[in-house]
């Protein structure tokens, strides 16, 4: 350090310690609570008052007051909108919403946002879906043509629709409509609307439920689906120490969703009204998100990806992603915490089929939790069991073969082969799959009847 | 016409402004008197101040487009200028950004479709709400009992707003279509039934007694001396409604969409283009003034009877 800068510093430094001592500071955080991706950026650092513990207490900020503002939404652009004007500094959101975010923020030529971290990925995608209603004759893409087809516009679940629909040569066949999560899921309950394609954890919701199937999962599109936090310039440039305390804190949380996903899903849970097996789904080792912050190259791609997207459909303003994605304080919180950022941001996690570091099949005891089982055929036993002892079961997952993804029982397809079963989560897989090992395709009433 | 003889400049100067008093003799020195007392003509501010205060209907026209023109430099100027006085204007899009983005929309196909189906969900939802309102009104008007088992609902279901009915109208209605029509005809319904019923109940009973004591039937008397009693209200509750109607008809569209000015709006949030959510919030504002002037209008006829009886 230069003796000016040096001199500088100390000048901040005492400048505002003197400051400090009366001044309260507004720290105003816009999270969606519904949105699992998100919950350690948002929620969990609320109810369990991490960024109190991570926030600055010495230098310039000796005897400043914090006044922590949380604001829940259920979609990004409310955040975005709040924090153009002015009230809220930070903002957790879904890619799509994130690069909307520093698009407008940068067209206005004034204050600006910064990427500052990642809350939750999954690289393939796996988040967003496409589901019908539980009993439509629908069961796949193709068969959406002449048919409508819901989501919420400008929502990373809109983005990997369209690209689908590209994809498969149908765009002009299926007449899209807006609608957003609340709706799009009260639609599929009340077989109102031929599809609906949402972000997590509404798809799983709707199949937890029993109103909705998957008939597309957003890692066929490929590209990787992740949210993260924003900050906006002048709040970082004025109290990077906060920003550090926050990306911090919001690192404690994914630590603490990673240490015991059931204790996390039965909370968040409580906090936020999603169902804690659908949580569980997303927060259990093979699951379905992967709570780490650190900036990946594949991340920046993808958002290269969706910022064309939204450029050419939606005329979105350009925006200089060197300039707005900044990793400095996810790399600073890595380094805090002893951990080495340049190995941690070239790995990253994904589910793969037949994964034998994972068990076959995980069964939620309503009494007694959680139990794992090493092939399906015992779970099914498990559950029939508790079925005549007239015990619950919350829920029952396994792993589709063809991707490896994890499922819940109720919806995957089985194939029952050679005495063995097993499961995937598109119908097309199962019947290739059962022609190809001449097995027969049951349903999970079936097989625990 | 009261107000046009104490005007100054144009006050024919042969006519005294007010005839109660005896006019003085027309003697020549009274004249030249009367002649010598006419105004001076006007100069600069005074004569511009006249002009702008003329009741002439150009005149009043000239003076609400120079209110909106005020109103757009001011907003103009508030942008430019970063206004910050408790209300903020530094993320604000300035006029020339909304003309602009307004000029596009124009441009293109989809926008007439957005505007196009908004004015038929309007115009279908008020019809329902007028001929539903305008009979219960007039019912619960003239009777106790009907008001009495009627009133309740009115009264409890009129301050819920229009996007708290969303869920519920999903749940409850076939189509999409349907739950937006509902919710703007609950919006249009309300002050139609209560301005209905306070005209009713506005009648002066001397003139229903009267009608009776001069042998008219139950019948005849709501056709002759109820309607029309009633005819001014029930017109205050048609305008009334098709404001509201249109506010409804923005929380209706959000449910679903696809096409609808409310739809469009809702869409630019999500996005966050301001200058076309301006373009929605404005074209609703315009559409509704045309549609609630051209309620007006339609009115008017029926109202002709109350300017004789002035």
Redesign the interface.
């Known amino acids: 350090m230069s003796k000016t800068s040096l001199a500088l510093t100390l000048a901040a430094l005492l400048a505002g310690s003197a400051l400090a001592r009366a001044e309260t500071i507004e720290i105003g955080i816009g999270h969606q609570s519904t949105v699992t991706n998100t919950v350690p950026g948002g929620v969990i650092l609320e109810k369990l008052k991490l960024l109190e513990k991570h926030l600055p207490k010495s230098g310039k900020y000796a005897g400043a007051e914090y006044k922590l503002v949380y604001q829940d939404y259920t979609s990004g652009p409310p955040i975005t909108n709040q924090m153009l004007a002015g009230k809220l500094a930070f903002g957790v959101m879904g890619d799509y919403p994130l690069i909307v975010n520093g698009a407008n923020f940068q067209k206005s030529g004034k204050n600006q946002s910064r990427l500052i971290m990642i809350t939750g990925y999954n690289l393939k995608g796996t988040g967003n879906a496409i589901v019908v209603p539980v009993g439509s004759s629908v069961y796949s893409v193709e068969q959406l043509a002449g048919k409508q087809l819901s989501t919420p516009i400008g929502s990373a679940a809109w983005g990997m629709a369209l690209k689908v629909l590209r994809d498969k040569g149908i765009y002009d066949k299926v007449e899209m409509l807006g609608q957003s999560p609340p709706v799009g899921v009260t639609n599929i309950a009340q077989n109102k609307i031929d599809a609906h394609a949402d972000f997590c954890p509404w798809s799983e919701v709707m199949e937890f439920r029993g109103t909705g199937r998957k008939i597309f999962d957003g890692s066929e599109a490929g590209i990787p689906t992740f949210h993260g936090t924003v900050v906006t310039k002048d709040f970082s440039d004025k109290y990077p120490e906060i920003v550090q305390a926050y990306v911090n804190a919001t690192m404690e949380a994914q630590a603490w969703i990673e240490k015991d996903p059931v204790e996390a899903a039965t909370k968040v849970s409580e906090w936020t009204g999603i169902e804690k097996e659908v949580l569980y789904l997303y927060f259990s080792k093979g699951g379905i998100s992967t709570f780490e912050g650190s900036m990946k190259a594949q991340w920046v791609e993808a958002l290269k990806y969706d910022h064309g997207l939204l450029a050419k459909e939606k005329e979105i303003p350009p925006l200089d992603f060197d300039k707005w994605v900044d990793a400095s304080f996810v790399k600073a919180g890595f380094k805090a915490a002893g951990k080495d950022y340049d190995a941690i941001v070239k790995t990253v996690v994904t589910n793969k089929p037949d994964d034998t570091s994972l068990p076959a099949a995980e069964v939620w005891f309503a009494e007694g939790g959680i139990k794992t089982y090493g092939s399906i055929k015992e779970a099914t036993a498990a559950v029939k069991e508790a079925a005549k002892a007239g015990k619950k079961v919350n829920a029952t997952y396994v792993y589709d073969k063809a991707t490896g993804l994890k499922l819940f029982s109720n919806v995957a397809f089985f194939v029952e082969a050679e005495g063995k079963l097993s499961a995937f989560m598109k119908k097309g897989d199962a019947d290739a799959f059962a022609a190809k090992a001449k097995g027969k395709l049951v349903s999970w009433g079936d097989i625990t009847a | 016409m009261l107000a046009k003889t104490i005007e100054p400049g144009v006050t024919p100067p042969a006519q005294p402004p007010l005839q109660v008093v005896s006019p003085p003799r027309a003697t020549p020195e009274a004249i030249e008197a009367l002649q010598r007392s006419k105004p001076e003509k006007l100069h600069g501010w005074a004569a511009f101040l006249a002009v702008v205060a003329s009741p002439s209907p150009l005149m009043r026209w000239t003076r609400r487009l120079l209110a909106i023109a005020l109103g757009i430099l001011w907003w103009h100027l508030a942008v430019k200028y970063q206004l910050n006085v408790i209300v903020?204007f530094?993320?604000v899009s300035s006029p020339a950004e909304v003309w602009a983005s307004f000029v596009k929309q124009l441009n293109g196909k989809i926008f007439y479709r957005h505007l196009f189906v908004s004015l038929q969900r309007i115009a279908i939802a008020y019809c329902f709400a007028v001929s539903i309102g305008i009979p219960l009104g007039l019912l619960m008007g003239r009777s106790r009992i009907i008001n009495d088992f009627v009133m309740p609902y009115v009264e409890i279901l009129r301050p819920i707003p229009a996007v708290a009915w969303?869920?519920l109208a999903?749940?409850m209605w076939?189509?999409?279509e349907s739950s937006i029509l509902y919710i703007t005809f609950l919006g249009a319904l309300f002050p139609i039934i209560l301005n209905t019923v306070a005209g009713v109940q506005q009648t002066p009973e001397v003139l229903v007694r009267a009608a009776r004591s001069l042998g008219a039937r139950q019948g005849q008397i709501f056709r002759h001396v109820v309607l029309p009693a009633a005819l001014p209200s029930i017109a205050t509750g048609l305008s009334v409604g098709m404001g509201v109607a249109w506010f409804s008809l923005l929380a209706g569209e959000?449910?679903?969409?696809?096409y609808g000015i409310g739809?469009f709006t809702?869409?630019a949030?999500?996005?966050?283009?301001y200058p076309d959510i301006i373009v929605g919030m404005l074209s609703i504002g315009f559409l509704g003034t045309a549609s609630t002037f051209a309620v007006t209008l339609a009115t008017k006829p029926f109202l002709r009877w109350q300017a004789r009886a002035r």
Do not use: A, R, V
Not at chain 2, 254 to 258: A, D, E, M, R, V
């Open positions: 903020k530094d993320n969303i869920p999903i749940l076939p189509t999409e959000i449910i679903s969409g696809q739809y809702w869409t949030y999500h996005l966050i283009k």
